[in-house]
């Protein structure tokens, strides 16, 4: 069965601080992995990572796919308040002409003054 | 551009009833796909819908069935409800099979089972 593992599950940090966010995956047929922000309701999306080693970065938000490795890290420098949020790593895989994403359980950040 | 609609956004049900809930995806996406989410379990896949076909299913009963109409708009039903459907319903909807980058979610439906 695939499975996506997030860590931590929880983490408190102070504005300004630099946060990492782990995400390991064991999924059959890869095709990408996702990172997505959910604050109150929809999920809203991050960041799409189909090659290893290959960094994204979007302002003070960065990821980076290990393939070999199966895992993500998604990175926030100088944190903010407003990135107080539960954090999501999903995976697409895909079987023929079917396809799903399998997500984690999230990781909740709050970031304090 | 409209984004995902889902209605209701919130319902209240006892046990044994059916609930049907409905998503209209943005314009042009034909790519529908449905997740629940509980706090013990994030968010698991239902299903996914691509021009009126069901192109997967996640690992649920099959009290939970699904549709999709020709101007792409989806419905999911849950019958028989049981006190663990209480959840997050999202939709989230793309425009190819596989352009999960450009995957928007609505904002939920949440259903009470009491």
Redesign the interface.
Known sequence: ?DKVVQSPLSLVVHEGDTVTLNCSYEVTNF??L?WYKQEK?????LF?LTSSGIEKKSGRLSSILDKKELFSILNITATQTGDSAVY?C?V?S?TG??????????TRLQVTL | KAGVTQTPRYLIKTRGQQVTLSCSPISGHRSVSWYQQTPGQGLQFLFEYFSETQRNKGNFPGRFSGRQFSNSRSEMNVSTLELGDSALYLCATHEGRFSYNEQFFGPGTRLTVL
């Open positions: 069965e095709r990408s996702l309701k929809a999920p809203t999306f799409m999501l999903a697409a895909h002409t079917a396809s799903k994403l399998t997500f984690g359980t999230g």
